[in-house]
C-alpha cells in the first residue's frame, strides 16, 4: 500500500489470545462476546500485525510483536500461533531482521516488545542489531519501573538488552522520524503510549496501537481493562474518530485479525469501519 511517498506494509507476528473481560474492561461479557467469542478458558483470539514502513531508503518497524522465546507454559497461557513470525513476514517483503534502521514500538508492553530480542543458544540477543528504538522516556520508565501493576506486563531485560547495546533513543512528546511520519504522545493505554501517523498530501494513515486495538474497540466507552488511563483513551478516540472520519484516514489496528485496515465511516448511532483495500 502507498500512502504518498510511503510504501507502507502490515506484516504479522502471528497470533495469541487474552482474556476476553480483560480486553474489554467494564463492557459486559453478553455484549462483547458478540463480536469476540471467547474460547472454554473464556480469551478471545487476536493478531499481532506490526507495520513496515518504506521511506528514501530507510525501513520504519512499527511495534515488534511478541516474539519467540518463551517457554511452553508461556505459549500455552497465550496461546501463541506463529503460523507467521516478523523475521518470516520481513523476508516476504524482501527484508531481513538487519535491514531495520528503527523500530517504532506503540508502547513497552510484551506483545509490542518481546519481538525485540531473541534467544540464540539460551542468551539473549537484539533482533534487529541495526535499529535504533524511538521510545517516549515516560514508557521506559513505567517499563523498568517496580509497580506490581506493571509488573506481568513488561519485560526489562529486553530493555536492559538493548539499552546496554546503545539501541535506545529516549523522546518526549512528538518526533518525527523523517518528513511526514511522525510519532505522537499520546497516553491513555499506558502513560507513555505513542501512535504514528504517517502524512503525504491528502493521504494519511495512523497506526493507533493499542488505543483501538481491534474493531470492537471503537466504540469510545469500549476501552480495555489494561489501560491505565481508560478516560484518556475514551476522550481520545471521540476526537481522533471525528477528525479521521471527516479527513478519509486510515486506521490500522495493532490486534484485529480479520480487518487490519480500515476507513473510519459516520453512522446515525456513532461511528463504524469500512474496509480498504491492502
Ligand atoms: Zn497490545
Not at 509488573?151 to 512528546?173: C, H, P, T, V, W
Not at 466507552?221 to 476522550?235: H, I, R, S, T
Request: with cysteine.
Amino acid at each position: 500500500m502507498n500512502i504518498g511517498r510511503f510504501q507502507v506494509n502490515i506484516v504479522s507476528d502471528g497470533f495469541f489470545k487474552l482474556d476476553g473481560g480483560a480486553m474489554f474492561g467494564i463492557i459486559p461479557k453478553p455484549l462483547w462476546e458478540k463480536s469476540s467469542a471467547p474460547d472454554s478458558l473464556n480469551r478471545i483470539q487476536l493478531s499481532l500485525n506490526p507495520l513496515l514502513i518504506r521511506i528514501n531508503g530507510k525501513n520504519i518497524l512499527v511495534d515488534t510483536g511478541i516474539g519467540n522465546k518463551y517457554d511452553q507454559r508461556f505459549n500455552e497461557m497465550y496461546a501463541i500461533d506463529h503460523k507467521w513470525s516478523l523475521p518470516g513476514s520481513l523476508k516476504e517483503i524482501g527484508l531481513t531482521t538487519s535491514d531495520i534502521h528503527y523500530v517504532v514500538p506503540s508502547h513497552l508492553h510484551f506483545d509490542h516488545m518481546g519481538g525485540a530480542t531473541i534467544k540464540i543458544a539460551g542468551s539473549l540477543e537484539s533482533t534487529f542489531p541495526k535499529a535504533m528504538f524511538i521510545i517516549q522516556e515516560q514508557e521506559w520508565e513505567n517499563a523498568l519501573s517496580t509497580n506490581p501493576r506493571n509488573k506481568g506486563s513488561y519485560f526489562a531485560e529486553d530493555m536492559r538488552l538493548l539499552e546496554k547495546k546503545k539501541q535506545i533513543k529516549l523522546i518526549n512528546g512528538r518526533y518525527e522520524v523523517t518528513e511526514g511520519l511522525e510519532v505522537i504522545k499520546t497516553g491513555g493505554h499506558t502513560p507513555g503510549h505513542q501512535i504514528v501517523r504517517v502524512a503525504d498530501g491528502t493521504a494519511t494513515a495512523v497506526y493507533a496501537g493499542d488505543l483501538i486495538p481491534t474493531k470492537s474497540h471503537l466504540k469510545p466507552a469500549w476501552c480495555m481493562g489494561y489501560d491505565l488511563f481508560p478516560l484518556d483513551v475514551a476522550e481520545w478516540k471521540v476526537s481522533f474518530l471525528k477528525e479521521a472520519a471527516e479527513k478519509n484516514w486510515i486506521l490500522f489496528f495493532d490486534h484485529e485479525v480479520e480487518m487490519k485496515a480500515v476507513n473510519i465511516v459516520k453512522t446515525d448511532k456513532g461511528y463504524d469501519v469500512a474496509p480498504i483495500s491492502l
